[in-house]
Nanobody, 119 residues
Framework: QVQLVQSGGGLVPAGGSLRLSCAAPGNIFRFNGMGWYRQSLGKERELVAT????????NYADSVKGRFTISRDNAKNTVDLQMNSLQPEDTAVYYC????????????WGRGTQVIVSS
């Protein structure tokens, strides 16, 4: 079983930025598809962004479009989520996920990282 390793997150004021990273033992780029999800208190898990590793194709939830960017970092061997113009409603636990399929559902998950945006 592969456990994805997440880093980043924390507390940021509204309007600020954070970057989350997702790595895997070995080479994360052996997966074909990856995504970032988030779950706020009392809400269902929401798919935030997805990418197809080989092509760089990306897709975003309407709520984050234009503010968040999912990308691969070849030097760090990670897939990152750059989050700009953060708002209090972005407060959630963020999870990365990966799979051998191009699109969700994914097979492997990170443990989650907390993002808190203060107003």
């Amino acid at each position: 079983q592969v456990q994805l390793v997440q880093s980043g997150g924390g507390l940021v004021p509204a309007g600020g930025s954070l970057r989350l990273s997702c790595a895997a033992p070995g080479n994360i780029f052996r997966f074909n598809g990856m995504g970032w999800y988030r779950q706020s208190l009392g809400k269902e898990r929401e798919l935030v962004a997805t990418t197809i590793i080989s092509s760089g194709f990306t897709n975003y939830a309407d709520s984050v479009k234009g503010r968040f960017t999912i990308s691969r970092d070849n030097a760090k061997n990670t897939v990152d989520l750059q989050m700009n113009s953060l708002q209090p409603e972005d407060t959630a636990v963020y999870y990365c996920a990966a799979g051998y399929g191009l699109r969700p559902p994914y097979d492997y998950w990170g443990r989650g990282t907390q993002v808190i945006v203060s107003s």
